[in-house]
Structure formats: structure tokens, C-alpha cells
């Protein structure tokens, strides 16, 4: 069936650079995207979002790309911290007015001191 | 304003025994979801409910599992029989009318 999927099951990057985390989706119908970050032991914290009808969006230190012709997302994070060693998820919303989300499996992100 | 409330963080049953889980939304949130999550894994949607009314329950197995939201009170994920299996993190979401979710700590279920 549809699934949301990575390429990269896990990243590391050193302190200060930045990083890029890739999710792949499949179904075109898909309108709406997030990306959630979830450190160990916790619940997944949302970090930005973004709709079909745009192809970028900025929040603090991180950037989500969309390419929906080739159903491509991204979460660039800028200056990376020791803060941001966790695991990312992409999610969609498939069916455009019921908004559970489908997960990807997960990027784990490792911010080397 | 506190965040989603979900209790308790873990709970251990045998198997055979009743699990339930508790979630309150967030002060305002009338949309509460359920995941569930098994290590290493991502989310997997359950059920997604509005006040006494279940939305969608496509994720949720036909049998020992229900869900309620009731007028007063958080919502409730009930686990009856449960077997080994049914080990994961579940997590509860909620959201104003609207896409964004924000997820409570989880409740971390034990079958022994």
C-alpha cells in the first residue's frame, strides 16, 4: 500500500554543520507533510510542517523542501547542536480530510561533538 | 497550558489482563489520535476521534481493542486479553481542528 519511506536509516554529522534528512513518499495525493523529531524515551515533537502548495518553508535553524514531481521531502537543519541528536520522522496526510498521519520509519540523527 | 497528558508512562501486564491507557488532550483540542509504536519503528495510526464519536479506526485490530472519547474525561485505549504482541509505545495525539498533532510521552505497555 502507500507508505512514506527514508533514505538513510541513520546520520551522523559533526557539531556545527548542517544536516539533510530525506523521506520519500508515494502518494501523490498527499497534501500535507510534517516532520516530527523524537528524542529517547519521549513523544514525537513537531518541528515544522508544510502543504502541497508550497515547495519550501523556513522555521528557526530548519528548512523543509518539497518536490512533489518526484514526491520527494527533505528537513535541512542549519548549525547543528547536540540538541538535535534524535530520531526524525516524516509524516503525511494521505486522504485529504481525515487527518491521521502516516510515519516513516525514522533517520536517526547523531551530532558528533 | 499543559501539553498532552498520557497515563501511565509504563504499564505492566500479564498476559490474559486488561490494559488501559489514558490520554488527555490539550486545552482546547476536541481531536484526539492514537499510534502505536514498536521499537526502532515509526508510528502506526490506530484510531482518531472527536468527542463521543470514533472518526476512523482503520488501524485499530478488530478484536480486543477499543477506543473512546467520551463528553467528559480523556480518552481511553483499552487492550482486553492482552498477549505479547501488544508490547509497544502507544502514543496519544490531539489537535484543534486543524493537522497539526501534538503528542503526549506515550504509554510504554509491557506483556509478560
Known amino acids: 500500500g502507500e507508505s512514506v519511506g527514508l533514505h538513510l536509516p541513520t546520520l551522523s554529522v559533526q557539531e556545527g554543520d548542517n544536516s539533510i534528512i530525506n523521506c520519500a513518499y508515494s502518494n501523490s495525493a498527499s497534501d500535507y507533510f510534517i516532520w516530527y523529531k523524537q528524542e529517547s524515551g519521549k513523544g514525537p515533537q513537531f518541528i515544522i510542517d508544510i502543504r502541497s502548495n508550497m515547495d519550501k518553508r523556513q522555521g528557526q535553524r530548519v528548512t523543509v523542501l518539497l518536490n512533489k514531481t518526484v514526491k520527494h521531502l527533505s528537513l535541512q537543519i542549519a548549525a547543528t547542536q547536540p540538541g538535535d541528536s534524535a530520531v526524525y520522522f516524516c509524516a503525511e496526510n494521505p486522504d485529504f480530510g481525515n487527518e491521521k498521519l502516516t510515519f516513516g520509519t525514522g533517520t536517526r540523527l547523531t551530532i558528533i561533538p | 497550558n499543559a501539553g498532552v497528558m498520557q497515563n501511565p508512562r509504563h504499564l505492566v501486564r500479564r498476559r490474559g489482563q486488561e490494559a488501559r491507557l489514558r490520554c488527555s488532550p490539550m486545552?482546547?483540542?476536541?481531536?484526539v489520535y492514537w499510534y502505536r509504536q514498536l521499537p526502532e519503528e515509526g508510528l502506526k495510526f490506530m484510531v482518531y476521534?472527536?468527542?463521543?464519536?470514533?472518526?476512523?479506526e482503520s488501524g485499530m485490530p478488530k478484536e480486543r481493542f477499543s477506543a473512546e472519547f467520551p463528553k467528559e474525561g480523556p480518552s481511553i485505549l483499552r487492550i482486553q486479553q492482552v498477549v505479547r504482541g501488544d508490547s509497544a509505545a502507544y502514543f496519544c495525539?490531539?489537535?484543534?481542528?486543524?493537522?497539526?498533532?501534538?503528542f503526549g510521552a506515550g504509554t510504554r505497555l509491557s506483556v509478560l
Open positions: 486545552k482546547g483540542h476536541s481531536h
Open positions: 495525539a490531539s489537535s484543534p481542528q486543524g493537522n497539526i498533532q501534538y
Open positions: 476521534l472527536q468527542k463521543e464519536n470514533i472518526i476512523d
